[in-house]
T-cell receptor
Framework: GAVVSQHPSRVICKSGTSVKIECRSL??????MFWYRQFPKQSLMLMAT?????????EQGVEKDKFLINHASLTLSTLTVTSAHPEDSSFYIC?????????????FGPGTRLTVT | AQSVTQLDSHVSVSEGTPVLLRCNYS??????LFWYVQHPNKGLQLLLK??????LVKGINGFEAEFKKSETSFHLTKPSAHMSDAAEYFC???????????????FGKGTKLSVKP
């Protein structure tokens, strides 16, 4: 149980275009999902916390107009990178919190590798 | 505020020898602590967690960690390394402030474990 999927697993896009990444909880409901960014050989950096039915909470330094987050249902959150630039190239990982489980438990997706050319 | 320090960025061991990955934490509250493993270009897998129960925590794949409050440490150990253990390991603390309702995870910078044949 507690499986989180991400789609796509990798995407290459041209500079200036937008890319949408989906995060789904497959066998549980997730009122809260988290989006992380990981640069090569570095740790995960929390970008934003996504709550179903409300606006996402962004961490300091993360541009909310560039990284659009939508959490329209209890099993799906999307991250849209708008007007992507090469510096947005990174590994994006989502996680989800099961409403039935303690608040500290998060289940991670396999990640999405974004390359902007 | 919570923080996590992984004392070694890279640890190299021979197959069959013990593994020790060090982690120190700082927390104003009773922390929840985790170790996650990440294989190349993969998502994170939970190895084990400490949530104020037994101080010696056993995880998957033969790993275990001991919570030592007096030393503010949560080191990860394994008696005998296997080639498949080569990966990046993250020590993580949960932000249990605000009554624990946030549950945000704070990641250490990671330790890369190499296993030599």
């Amino acid at each position: 149980g507690a499986v989180v999927s991400q789609h796509p697993s990798r995407v290459i896009c041209k500079s200036g275009t937008s890319v949408k990444i989906e995060c789904r909880s497959l066998d549980f409901q997730a009122t809260t999902m988290f989006w992380y960014r990981q640069f090569p050989k570095q740790s995960l950096m929390l970008m934003a916390t996504s709550n179903e039915g409300s606006k996402a909470t962004y961490e300091q330094g993360v541009e909310k107009d560039k990284f659009l987050i939508n959490h329209a249902s209890l099993t799906l959150s999307t991250l849209t990178v708008t007007s992507a630039h090469p510096e947005d190239s990174s590994f994006y990982i989502c996680s989800a919190r099961d409403v039935r489980r303690p608040s500290y438990e998060q289940y991670f997706g396999p990640g999405t590798r974004l390359t902007v050319t | 505020a919570q923080s996590v320090t992984q004392l070694d960025s890279h640890v190299s061991v021979s197959e069959g020898t013990p593994v020790l990955l060090r982690c120190n934490y700082s927390s104003s509250y009773s922390p929840s602590l985790f170790w996650y493993v990440q294989h190349p270009n993969k998502g994170l897998q939970l190895l084990l967690k400490y949530t104020s129960a037994a101080t010696l925590v056993k995880g998957i794949n033969g790993f275990e960690a001991e919570f030592k409050k007096s030393e503010t440490s949560f080191h990860l150990t394994k008696p005998s390394a296997h080639m498949s253990d080569a990966a990046e390991y993250f020590c993580v603390v949960s932000d249990n402030s605000n009554g624990g309702s946030q549950g945000n995870l704070i990641f250490g910078k990671g330790t890369k474990l190499s296993v030599k044949p």
